[in-house]
């Protein structure tokens, strides 16, 4: 039994990093070059949506010390607002958060594995899912090490291509220019950049992946704040490095509309052969997100459980102490998933749907701060402006996407009302007690 051991600062770190570099900066790129043909504008684009992940990073922090407790926005809207919205953001967590997730990067590394090992992708998809899920059974020690190793094959293998073009003869003659230039003020203020914020918001998505583990990670007061903050400003410098790579080494034309902008780099930098072996590494380095995400999304099930009786069962540990049934549900879900869907056609959808319920929590900061004003917990900088930059950004990406394309908010909605019948129902019959 590990009815002692928890996450250590290290393991937090690492788990914010691998929720946050997965798919999206492989594969946000080609959606942006279109819109945004400046190199300065995109990199400003990805500036952005950093600012924006450390604003809401700083504000979780001080949520998750406060409340201290792990579960992520279902706890937090429950006890800020009301457990209705509590559970409705615990419900899209589980089904769009963590379960969609985890199918669009078990698809992503199907796709980068499939031209290496001659398997097809869905296959691929569900063995990803079923082994990773498998080593999180076993226990926090086991997924910390698995996590960390994973984490660090991911940061090797971007350190590795953040350099590469200068070591390479062909590499570094696509002319883009990283400065500003006449016409650029122009394409940040436009629609096309609050549009192309969603897939960079997509890429950035985990910045608050400690927070779900908050009860179970050593010294919380002090290392969730860290981990976030520091995280998050590790992806950020990685992010910028490798985006004006991709750039530096493919012309727009070649990246544009391709969803695996790191296959295009690698064939363009090293050829075919050692493109094909570059595909089977990027394919075993994307195993660390899916494996962090596969940590934080059993404990807000887990945290549900605890809630309704309903979802009791969620809470069910194993000899490791660890929510197996909660484990097994989202693998589950994260299969089907990988059966019916694409990955395009989830990447807007997640993005939309996950940064209500984040907006939400981070307005949520205003009423916490009313409700335990002496409270011993981190405190946001520079507030009120941080969590006001957050919210800011996010209303003006979901007014834009929504004026593009308004079928994505629907769809967003729309997955809401079988999480308020199951509310409803859950808390009529099942209810134990006050959140």
């Not at 230039?181 to 997509?202: H, K, M, R, W």
């Not at 909660?326 to 993005?351: C, G, M, P, R």
């Amino acid at each position: 039994m590990e009815t002692l051991r928890k996450y250590s600062l290290s393991v937090a770190i690492m788990l914010v990093i691998a929720n946050m570099i997965g798919t999206g900066v492989f594969t946000s790129l080609g959606y942006q070059v279109g819109p945004l043909p400046s190199g300065f504008a995109i990199l400003v684009l990805w500036v952005v949506g950093g600012v924006v992940a450390l604003s809401g990073a700083f504000t979780y922090a001080e949520i998750a010390t406060t409340l201290k407790k792990s579960g992520g926005e279902y706890l937090y809207l429950a006890r800020i607002f009301h457990p209705a919205l509590g559970f409705l953001s615990g419900w899209m967590s589980a089904v769009v958060g963590f379960a969609g997730a985890i199918s669009a990067v078990a698809i992503a590394i199907g796709a980068y594995a499939t031209e290496a090992v001659g398997v097809s992708t869905q296959v691929i998809a569900v063995v990803a899912i079923t082994a990773i899920s498998a080593i999180h059974w076993f226990g926090v020690k086991a997924g910390g090490i698995a996590q960390t190793l994973l984490t660090t094959l991911k940061l090797s293998l971007i350190v590795f291509f953040c350099s590469a073009p200068f070591f390479v003869t062909d590499g570094g003659k696509t002319g883009v220019n990283f400065f500003p230039q006449p016409g650029d003020l122009d394409l940040i203020l436009s629609s096309g950049f609050a549009t192309s914020l969603v897939f960079v918001v997509y890429a950035y998505t985990g910045w608050n992946a400690s927070a779900y583990i908050a009860g179970n990670l050593e010294n919380p007061k002090r290392n969730l704040p860290l981990s976030l903050v520091a995280g998050t400003s590790i992806v950020v410098v990685v992010y910028l490095l490798l985006n004006a790579m991709f750039m530096y080494s493919a012309s727009f034309a070649e990246l544009a509309g391709q969803n695996d902008i790191g296959n295009v780099v690698a064939f363009k930098l090293f050829g075919e052969k050692a493109g094909f072996i570059f595909s089977g590494i990027f394919s075993v380095a994307l195993l660390s997100t899916l494996s962090a995400m596969t940590i934080a999304g059993p404990r807000v099930t887990e945290a549900m459980g605890e809630d309704y009786r309903l979802l009791k069962s969620f809470t069910s540990k194993n000899n490791y102490n660890m929510p197996y049934l909660a484990i097994l549900a989202q693998a589950a879900w994260a299969i089907f998933l990988v059966l019916v869907s694409s990955f395009k056609e989830i990447i807007q959808y997640i993005s939309v749907s996950l940064s209500i319920f984040s907006m939400i929590t981070v307005i949520g900061i205003f009423w916490l701060r009313k409700q335990q004003p002496h409270a011993d917990a981190f405190k946001v900088p520079l507030y009120p402006i941080t969590p006001l930059i957050f919210v800011g950004c996010t209303l003006w990406m979901i007014y834009y996407v929504a004026a593009e394309d308004p079928k994505i908010l629907l769809y967003s909605l729309a997955t809401l009302l079988p999480g308020y019948v199951l509310y409803l129902f859950a808390n009529r019959f099942n209810r134990k007690h006050p959140v």
